[in-house]
């Protein structure tokens, strides 16, 4: 079964304050990731609120779903 995933992009380029960004990747993606922008820092509880809306969805439906946040 195909199913979206998720990528943790750990930016440590300020010392000791290290960030977690999340990227979520589409199942119908049929080609590699070029590059991951820090769009969505893990430490923001809206973006962990989307991150546990969307697992809930796409399990709530079970048909494979495109995502729609954290894109």
């Known amino acids: 079964m195909k199913t979206p ?3 943790g992009i750990v930016d440590r ?3 000791r304050r290290e960030r977690i960004h999340v990227k979520g990747i589409d ?3 049929s080609k ?3 590059r991951l ?3 969505h ?3 923001e509880d809206a973006v962990k609120i989307a991150l546990y809306n969307e697992v809930c969805r ?5 048909n494979n ?3 729609t946040q954290l894109i």
């Open 5 to 7: 995933f998720f990528v």
């Open 58 to 62: 796409f399990w709530s439906l079970r």
């Open 37 to 39: 922008a820090p769009h």
């Open 65 to 67: 779903p495109p995502l």
């Open 41 to 43: 820092d893990l430490a």
């Open 27 to 29: 199942a119908r993606q």
């Open 32 to 34: 590699g990731i070029a």
């Open 13 to 15: 380029s300020t010392a």
